[in-house]
């Protein structure tokens, strides 16, 4: 899996609204109703996370959810966490 520089980072960065690189990862931050909608969604991106074989840092609490997003295998971002992210974006957009 190939490392992103930061170059490359920034640039799909200009694609992805909300998202921010923090600390060698992609970071969002995502607030919902209330607690149901908030794992409704989780849940939702759980199973986009397992059909990728790519999964997240996340948090929940109450109504907010964390999301921090860094290929583990590869110890940096990679074009894997843009994918999951655009796809995370495209579930929240549906909600």
């Given at each position: 899996m190939k490392k992103m520089n930061e170059a490359e980072i920034r640039q799909q960065l200009e694609k992805l609204e909300g998202w921010e690189y923090i600390d060698g990862?992609?970071?969002?931050?995502?607030?919902?109703?209330?607690?149901?909608?908030?794992?409704?969604?989780?849940?939702?991106i759980a199973f986009e996370c397992e059909a990728q074989n790519h999964h997240p840092d996340w948090s929940n609490v109450y109504n907010t959810l964390n999301i921090r997003l860094k290929t583990h295998d590869a110890g940096a971002v990679t074009i894997n966490d843009f994918r999951l992210a655009k796809s995370i974006e495209a579930i929240i957009e549906s909600e």
């Open positions: 990862a992609l970071e969002t931050t995502f607030e919902f109703k209330n607690f149901k909608e908030a794992f409704s969604v989780m849940t939702r």
